[in-house]
């Protein structure tokens, strides 16, 4: 009964991911454990194997009703015994749980952390053979946190009431003041910290222009083969917009956000787990904990306001390992809005910097996987080769008299005009505002007219980028000039702009670039998918629940024409071939014989 032997038979896979077998050494040895591993890392595994092989139960902390059913699932696709204790039980459900538990006939139980903290179950716990605590979104319990919950900051009520049991936190995005927090709170030696690669080298990195973000994003989705994917909004009202142009587009679209009433927000996630949806709009409160292994694609409509919740997100798509796309759209509007959001939250300090981080990201002109690593205190060697910048090196220009000119019209309006009246001063714009104010008057007006509207606020970007100029939040968002600026303007300093590369040239571009990476097509897998998605109705569970893409992949590659040769595709074990695999390999022996 090694750690081996468990992990081939009750997961199917014949070998550890980096740093899950140091991790699950550790905690069989009744150590305590921290562990930051990217979304799609294998954290599961981490103490879903111990479970197994210590004699008594295991206890997870999980923040989401949805994470709790979707673990369970697989669990029991997979034949380990383990239940879950939630809200969405009735009272006789309920009693049927504690009753297994109670017979020792569970390995794991998932509960939230407003269940466990109650003096009521912790007083049942102290009844049983705990073996293990499992917490899992750990970056909730710290104030520094992307996405701090309350609840989670009374788990230092384990090590008062359980001294002896280990804990294992687990996390997918935690800066260095988070994962100490984390220890501090819930008692774990900082020497105990696991932190695996954040580098996700499936996922294809994108930054584009804001400017016709929606007819891109339809045209990608209509080029994807009917594969799932996730739009991230800002606000509730795009969630709905855009899912509705979808839909009108003939897209097969929903929209999540937390307006919407527990009956309906469980629909959308259902629907989409099972692929019944297969493009959600969505606002963060979307996705966390979901094991959904085929989401290929995840778009950011907006600006993210900070690394930590970027990397989560995206990281839902290609949890398989197989090639994903994601893509982020960026503009000046974003970035004003979310510095106000900043500026007005409980620690503006700490979100600026974190916007700040974002921003520099998205601005790049260096490979973005480098400078996203680096936020988690990783380095690359080499380029990835799978980001925008690394497959088309941006070009540079002279761009000092472009900068002169809009540093020239902020200096003649007394550094009292923001970003979007300064565009049409510099176009030459009669509109009301403009001639009521004299503005037409200054000698700029229409100095920058040949630059388009859109062209004037990627310029504005790097002009701010490039520490020319500074918004005045706390003065209607107007634009002053930096010491630095004033070089450019009065002295005659160079500034070299990226050049402005249009949505349609990067998607010609794209679209070469994606025929030499796709997945091939093939039939039998469109075939075995096809029976995928009929057995996974018939059992009720997702599809990715019976066999990932990633499965498929290999049986159709490696064509099994027995029960043994079956048991050799990743992620197939004896329980799973016995419940799921029997059809699938009678599709593929039908298929060689032709």
């Not at 997979?78 to 538990?101: C, H, M, Q, T, Y």
């Not at 009374?154 to 687990?170: C, G, H, M, R, Y």
């Not at 222009?209 to 795009?238: M, T, V």
Request: aromatic share 10%.
């Amino acid at each position: 009964m090694t750690p081996e032997f468990i992990l081939k038979k009750h997961f199917g896979y014949d070998g550890f991911r980096p740093v899950q077998k140091e991790v699950i050494d550790k905690i069989l040895d009744k150590n305590d454990a921290l562990v930051v591993m990217p979304t799609g890392g294998g954290k599961s595994i981490i103490y879903q194997l111990p479970a197994l092989m210590f004699p008594g139960i295991t206890v997870v902390v999980s923040p989401l009703i949805a994470l709790m059913k979707d673990q369970v699932g697989a669990l029991k696709a997979n034949g380990i015994p383990a239940e879950f204790i939630n809200s969405s039980l009735s009272d006789p459900e309920k009693r049927e749980v504690f009753s297994r538990i109670r017979n020792n006939h569970l390995k794991l139980i998932y509960v939230s952390p407003e269940r466990l903290v109650l003096d009521s179950f912790i007083s049942f716990l102290k009844q049983l053979e705990i073996s293990l605590f499992a917490i899992d979104e750990a970056h909730c319990i710290s104030v520094w946190g992307h996405d701090f919950r309350p609840e989670y900051s009374q788990l230092s009520l384990l090590k008062e009431n359980f001294p002896d049991t280990p804990i294992v936190a687990l996390t997918a995005t935690a800066d260095k003041i988070t994962q100490s927090d984390i220890c501090k709170q819930i008692g774990i030696d900082e020497s105990n910290k696991f932190i695996a690669s954040f580098d996700r080298p499936n996922l294809s990195l994108n930054v584009l222009p804001a400017k016709k973000r929606y007819e891109f994003i339809r045209d990608h989705i209509k080029a994807s083969r009917n594969n799932s994917g996730i739009i991230y909004c800002l606000s509730r009202k795009s969630t709905e917009s855009i899912a509705r142009k979808l839909q009108a587009d003939g897209i097969n679209a929903d929209f999540y956000h937390a307006g919407l009433n527990a009956g309906q927000r469980n629909k959308v996630q259902d629907d989409f787990i099972n692929d019944n949806t297969l493009v959600i709009c969505a606002t963060i409160a979307f996705g966390m904990g979901i094991d959904k292994s085929n989401v290929r694609w995840v778009f950011h409509y907006n600006l993210p306001k900070n690394i930590e919740s970027y990397y989560q997100e995206i990281g839902r798509a290609g949890r398989d390992g197989l090639p994903s796309e994601t893509f982020l759209f960026y503009n000046f509007g974003d970035l004003i809005m979310l510095r106000k959001f900043a500026e007005d939250s409980g620690q503006p300090e700490i979100q600026l910097a974190k916007l700040e981080r974002i921003q520099q990201y998205a601005e790049a002109t260096t490979c973005r996987r480098k400078i996203l690593l680096s936020y988690f205190n990783e380095h690359l060697d080499e380029s990835c080769g799978n980001c925008d910048v690394c497959e088309n090196p941006p070009q540079t220009f002279d761009g000092t008299i472009i900068a002169q000119k809009a540093l020239s019209a902020i200096i003649r309006l007394n550094e009292k005009v923001s970003s979007g009246i300064l565009i049409d001063i510099l176009r030459g714009s009669k509109r009301h505002e403009i001639i009521s104010n004299g503005y037409h008057q200054i000698k700029t007006f229409g100095a920058g007219r040949e630059i388009s509207n859109f062209e004037w606020q990627r310029y504005l970007l790097q002009i701010l980028h490039h520490g020319l100029i500074e918004i005045a939040y706390d003065d209607y968002n107007n634009l002053k000039i930096t010491e630095l600026g004033k070089k450019v303007l009065f002295e005659n300093k160079k500034v070299e702009f990226v050049k402005y590369i249009s949505a349609e040239k990067f998607k010609a571009k794209k679209e070469e670039l994606l025929k030499e990476k796709q997945l091939p097509e093939n039939e039998l897998f469109e075939i075995l998918r096809a029976l995928r998605k009929q057995t996974a109705n018939k059992n009720k569970v997702p599809a990715y629940v019976v066999f990932h893409d990633k499965t498929l992949r290999d049986m159709v590659s490696l064509l099994p024409q027995s029960h043994e040769a079956m048991l050799g595709v990743s992620g197939i074990t004896e329980h799973k071939f016995n419940k799921f695999g029997k059809p699938f390999l009678k599709k593929i022996i039908e298929y060689c014989e032709g």
